[in-house]
């Protein structure tokens, strides 16, 4: 009963850096999201995936890479990390069937320096 | 293309009083909204949302929001908080294949 698992929970790293941010769902969903988390600008969509086979970008996409390995996981990367990346980020899958209902991990919480 | 403005970033309230948070919308489609909360250190859950009939939903836990087309509003509201619904809140409206959220309304309660 695991529902949205995300790997790391804590990560700090180095400007220029990269590193892979992990998600996996275990409710057969078709959609999988990635959100980050900013102190008054709520939660901003990054990359999304409709379904297994496709990507596509959410409203902040620069500075990020998406792979939608298979149904279950959907993973994002930072290849060169800058500060303005520091954020809580969110992996979310979303309950077919038109209602729109996301479920979301716990959280990443991502330092750059 | 659908947006959510939440009117409060921080609303202070007392315990065991009224609570409203306020959350407009705009949609050039079928409206689907939605409340989620988050506690501290937590990821978002569903709080309640509208799909479609009865104007008013209701949560388990005492909460409620009323869709106002005319106003273009959704906004949730509690007649008597508690000390454990110290938390954010998020308005979100349904697009194409995702959620647009609001910036959050973090909700303070004083004993």
């Known amino acids: 009963n695991a529902g949205v698992t995300q790997t790391p929970k804590f990560q700090v790293l180095k400007t220029g850096q990269s590193m892979t941010l992990q998600c996996a769902q275990d409710?057969?969903?078709?959609?999988m999201y990635w959100y980050r988390q900013d102190p008054g600008m709520g939660l901003r969509l990054i990359y999304y995936?409709?379904?297994?086979?496709?990507?596509d970008k959410g409203e902040v996409p620069n500075g990020y890479n998406v792979s939608r390995l298979n149904k279950r996981e959907f993973s994002l990367r930072l290849e060169s990390a800058a500060p303005s990346q520091t954020s809580v980020y969110f992996c979310a899958s979303l309950r077919a069937g038109g209602t729109g209902e996301l479920f979301f991990g716990e959280g990443s919480r991502l330092t750059v320096l | 293309a659908q947006s959510v403005t939440q009117l409060d970033s921080q609303v202070p309230v007392f315990e065991e009083a009224p609570v409203e948070l306020r959350c407009n919308y705009s949609s050039s489609v079928s409206v689907y909204l939605f409340w989620y909360v988050q506690y501290p250190n937590q990821g978002l859950q569903l709080l309640l949302k509208y799909l479609s009939g009865s104007t008013l939903v209701e949560s388990i836990n005492g909460f409620e929001a009323e869709f106002n087309k005319s106003q273009t509003s959704f906004h949730l509201r509690k007649p008597s908080v508690h000390i454990s619904d110290t938390a954010e809140y998020f308005c979100a409206v349904r697009g194409a294949q995702k959620l647009v959220f609001g910036q959050g309304t973090r909700l303070t309660i004083n004993p």
């Open positions: 409710m057969n969903h078709n959609s």
């Open positions: 995936s409709a379904s297994e086979g496709t990507t």
